[in-house]
Every structure is written in structure tokens, then in C-alpha cells.
């Protein structure tokens, strides 16, 4: 029994991580304590857990079961039968059964289902069977463990067929009779010879199932940017559209590399702080309004949105950029409707900078020289610029032709033979 156990759960505890469990299942003991109370949307919390039910109403007979990542199903519960989360079942699939993981119970179950759009009366609704046997459970863990060589495999034989797709995940049936291979295309893929190579090979029945770059990504899991697990792989479980103009408003800078994560989409975490931004903004005046000044006008270049700043530049002069606060901003429009011109934004300047062309920093994130020192760079960095430009720190030579007013001494002319 020892050795059963061991076969199993050596290296096994990390490949039920995908299915919500802190550890492989324990075949021959309680498995009630098995899910993983951690950053997982494949956790639910029951906050009806402790509300009693009148004694007239009747227990809901849905329950919600998860399976591997993020898919979760609701089923039809048999009988007087009564389940609680953590319990592991066997329920109805197509062909065969398959082993799931209650997670909800009881009327929270008919919220969720009203929240996901499925009638709870609906015929279509499968059902329960049981709670899993010894055998179930045994063949579900040899199945797991199938899941990884599958993956690989099914890579090797779609790259000799060479189909212009990827293969991210699979995930085999309960009672290993099916396996649904899911992969990602950037185009239409026909892959009926695939089909009938997996299905030969593997001896099961094979499903394919496209999905996209973010569900790709939610399945595979990593590392953000932030040094925290992806969202989509811990707890975002609906994603909302992205654009550009989000990261306009937030005043991200137009770089592609910065605002894509892993999945090569725009980052689902640009959503979080658009709201307050938006709030933010409605203190601004319209930043499209050209600023009238006996100097000249000025246009808006940039705004600190937090620290309620608008940063500003003559059209004539554009090398100088002067912070004003939103509050003078407002007058000096005001002013201007009423045919007030002020003498200059120096004078209401919280703050003023000065741009400055420097060859040796003016460099991009992608040059490969961006981390070299000054005098290292100014001697790499070579083109148009620098031939066009003059050193500062070399004088204009004296043309002989011309008549030279001044304290220098004439250079004599280098002796012959000499370089």
C-alpha cells in the first residue's frame, strides 16, 4: 500500500497544482482537505456557507466541479445524495465519465449560475454520478500523469506534419478514453491527418480546441513584469478588451515591448487604474486649447495627472517646457475667452526645463550602446548627426585667406617628411 501510494505522489503534487489541489490525491485515505486554499481561481468562497435554509426549502440540486485550469461545469446531483466541496466525484461526459472536484454547493451554486447565463432547469445540465471509487481515482492519477508526455508528443508529430500551429495543453478524461489537445493558430489549420495520428498513437479519442494567445497564457502560467504570477493564471477569469487609447490616458509611453505581456496582447492590468484616471481627469481643462500669450501661443505637451501639472511650450520656441497648474491653466483660458492676453507662462511657471540635444544620451531602449558610459558612446555612436555636428570642445581653424584679428599665433606649417 506504501508503494502505491509513493508510485503516485513522487512528483505528482505539482501536476495536480492545474486542478486546484495542494497535493496529488491520497488513494487509500480522506481526500477532503485536498484543494488549495491559495491565489487560485479555481478556489471559490462560499459566503452563504453559514446562512441556514428554511425548513420548508429544499437543498439546490446543482453543484459546481472544476477540472483542470480554468474549466469548471455544473452538474445535476442524483438522488438525496449531498456534496461538499472537496469532494471528488465522478460525473457524466461524452463518451464515458469523468473525475472533477466539487467547489460550490448549495444556493450559491444558483447565483453563479444565473452570473454565468445557465438555466438551472435546463435538460441539458449533466449529471452526478457518484463519489469517485478507489478505481476511479487510480485511473484519474494515471491519467494526469499521461498529460505531460502527451504534450510533447503531440508537438513532435504536429511539427512532422508541419502544421503552422501550437499545442499548448492537454487534458485527458477521467477514464482515459478522450484527450482534448488544445492549441493555438494564427491562422485556419486543418489538422484531420493530426487527428488521425494522435488517435493511433495515443489509443484515445482526441478532441482539438483553439483558444487564444490570453487563454494560452492563463493555462501556461509565468512571471509579469511585476514579479508576481500572471493574473490571468491565479485569479482573472474574465478578460475584458485592451486598447491603446487606455494606455494614452494613463500616459504610458508607446511602446510595444513595455505595455505586452507574455501572451504578446496589451496588458490586462492597464483596466485596473484606468477608472481613477478617468476620475482624475475631469478636473483638466481640454488640453487641445492653444494658450494665448503676448510671447506667443502654447501648446500642451504632456500632464502629471497626480500632481495636477500641465506641462507647456511656446509654438515659436519649443526647447522650453514650463509646468503650470491646472488652476492657473483654467484662468488663463478664462482670460483669453474674455480677450485677456497675459504677458508670458513664466511668470505662473511652477517649474521650467530647458531640452538639450545630447548625442552621446539621445539614444533609444532598443540601441545596444544604451549602457555604456559617455565617452565610450560618443566615440561608438557614429552617422549623419555626428558629422553634421561640431565638437564644442574643438576651435574653428584659422583660414589663412582671410584676414585674422585677434591675439592667437599663426601655426606654423609642419616640417616636411612629418605626419
Known sequence: MENTESKYNSGSNQKFFSRGCCHAPQVYHDNKNIAADRCCKLNSH????NIQLPEDQELFDCVEIRFKNS????????????????????????????????????????????????????????KVYRRARLT???????????????????RQLAWDLRLNMKINDVEYQGDETKAVFYYTADERVDFRELIKVLAEHFKVRVEMRQI??????????????????LCCSTWLCEFSSVSTNKARTQQMPMNPQKLAGQCGKLKCCLNYEYDVYLDAL???PDMNIKLRTEKGDAIHLK????????WYSYLNDQS??????IENVKKIIEGNRKGLIPKS????????????????????????HRFDSKDDRSGKKSGKKWQKGKPRHISKPHHPSKPHTGNHQQQSPPPQGEN
Open 320 to 325: 522650453s517646457m514650463m509646468a503650470l497648474s
Open 212 to 229: 487564444g494567445a490570453r487563454q494560452e497564457a492563463a493555462r501556461l502560467g509565468g512571471i509579469g513584469t511585476c514579479g508576481r504570477e
Open 345 to 368: 507662462l513664466e511668470d505662473l511657471a511652477i517649474h521650467q526645463e530647458t531640452k538639450t540635444e545630447d548625442v552621446g544620451t539621445n539614444l533609444h531602449d532598443e540601441d545596444i
Open 282 to 284: 475631469k478636473e483638466f
Open 303 to 310: 500632464s502629471d495627472i497626480f500632481k495636477k501639472v500641465m
Open 136 to 154: 476511479d481515482i487510480e485511473k484519474w492519477m494515471n491519467a494526469v500523469e499521461l498529460e505531460s508526455e502527451a504534450t510533447l508528443k503531440s
Open 71 to 126: 474549466r469548471k461545469e455544473f452538474f445535476r446531483i442524483q438522488g438525496d445524495f449531498k456534496y461538499e466541496p472537496g469532494d471528488i466525484v465522478a460525473v457524466e461526459a461524452s463518451p464515458g465519465h469523468d473525475i472533477g472536484i466539487v467547489s460550490l454547493s448549495g444556493e450559491i451554486v444558483k447565483l453563479q449560475m444565473r452570473k454565468k447565463g445557465v438555466d438551472p432547469n435546463s435538460p441539458q445540465i449533466k
Open 46 to 49: 462560499d459566503w452563504m456557507k
